[in-house]
């Protein structure tokens, strides 16, 4: 049977457990696994370029011992992907590669919502190096860290970035820019009125179809 290994770069597992729940119905019986697991040797938050670097030799690591049909980074900032990409004979996948990609298929212009003002100074060189700056309506910032993210207590700050990416910045598409936020994604969609894209489930979603289809090699 097919697997694939979603992985999670910071050490926080209630994040990895969002993560879980949110592709829990992508499994295919008895064709494909799916398993989501914590980088225990990464930082509690990927929240600095200092994190996204620490982690990048340890997840090639991980993906070198835990052999795997697929593999996808379950961290907005995408670390590591062109490293692991270059040294693993499988395909992976990196959230925001993917997510933002799926929201060009679903809205003309897509707003992100982050977690800081300095998550987005990350963001956007990496928004322009794929190409994809001109249909970027605006990012906005909760101010909050990935574990706060995570919880309940979040919701009403997401949704008002949320809101604010819609009714004032023009966007038709949302993604959600942390691997935290998971867990909010449909209440999200449905205050909103607009597709909200999870980029743990797009990055699923493409490892799916590139495993079942063979063209993995």
Do not use: W
């Not at 989501?36 to 990048?56: A, R």
């Not at 004032?168 to 936020?181: E, F, K, R």
Request: negative net charge; contains cysteine; aromatic residues 4%.
């Amino acid at each position: 049977m097919a697997l694939i290994r979603v992985i999670n770069p910071n050490s926080n597992v209630h994040v990895t457990d969002g993560l879980a729940a949110s592709v829990a119905g992508y499994a295919v019986p008895r064709r494909l696994d799916i398993i989501c697991e914590t980088l225990e040797q990464g930082p509690f938050g990927i929240e600095s370029q200092k994190d996204v670097e620490q982690v990048k030799l340890p997840l090639l690591a991980r993906m070198k011992a835990r052999p795997a049909d697929a593999y996808v980074i379950a961290c907005y900032s995408d670390p590591g992907l062109a490293l692991c990409r270059a040294e693993i004979d499988r395909p992976v996948f990196g959230i925001m590669e993917s997510g933002l990609a799926t929201a060009l298929a679903r809205g003309d212009r897509f707003g992100v919502i982050a977690l800081s003002e300095i998550a987005i100074k990350r963001h956007l060189p990496a928004i322009r190096a794929h190409g994809f700056d001109d249909r970027l309506a605006a990012e906005r910032a909760v101010g909050t860290s990935v574990a706060e993210s995570a919880d309940e207590a979040a919701f009403d700050g997401l949704l008002a970035a949320g809101r604010t990416l819609v009714d004032q910045d023009g966007a038709d598409v949302i993604v959600l820019g942390c691997a935290g936020m998971a867990r909010h994604r449909k209440g999200l969609e449905a205050a909103l009125g607009c597709p909200v894209i999870d980029p743990t489930q797009a990055a699923v979603s493409m490892a799916i179809g590139t495993v079942l289809d063979g063209t993995d090699g």
